[in-house]
């Protein structure tokens, strides 16, 4: 059984920032990626940041590059999106993800297991 949970969503002003959280649990950790994305509705889910538990290889969507930091939290088995200097276009519905062979890692249909989502929502 794979288990992702998110968490840490909410309203902010344009400018501000939230972190956000997975909690992680999955069948094997070897060579796993996780990733966030991010989907408003008529709009297709959208990569956001990636990170390989094993290597600690990182990738970032161009246009969160600089604001936002993909990290693991071993302590607690939680994958974190810190989100600072935050966009009305950052808004969406931010969703975990994880897959052992994801190919395009920032591509939402390479990954088969997604969490519920945790909404956020950025007001100018």
């Known amino acids: 059984l794979v288990q992702l949970v998110e968490s840490g969503g909410g309203s902010v002003q344009a400018g501000g920032s939230l972190r956000l959280s997975c909690e992680v649990s999955?069948?094997?950790?070897?060579?796993?990626?996780m990733a966030w994305f991010r989907q408003i509705p008529g709009k297709e889910r959208e990569g956001v940041a990636a990170?390989?538990?094993?290597?600690?290889?990182?990738l970032y969507a161009d246009s969160v590059k600089g604001r936002f930091t993909i990290s693991q939290d071993r302590a607690k088995n939680e994958l974190v999106l810190q989100m600072n200097r935050l966009k009305v276009e950052d808004s969406g519905m931010y969703h975990c993800?994880?897959?052992?062979?994801?190919?395009?890692?920032?591509?939402?249909?390479?990954?088969?297991?997604w969490g519920q989502g945790t909404q956020v929502t950025v007001s100018s």
């Open positions: 993800a994880a897959d052992w062979t994801p190919g395009s890692v920032l591509r939402a249909a390479s990954y088969g297991a």
């Open positions: 999955l069948s094997t950790y070897t060579r796993v990626w």
């Open positions: 990170l390989n538990i094993g290597s600690g290889a990182l």
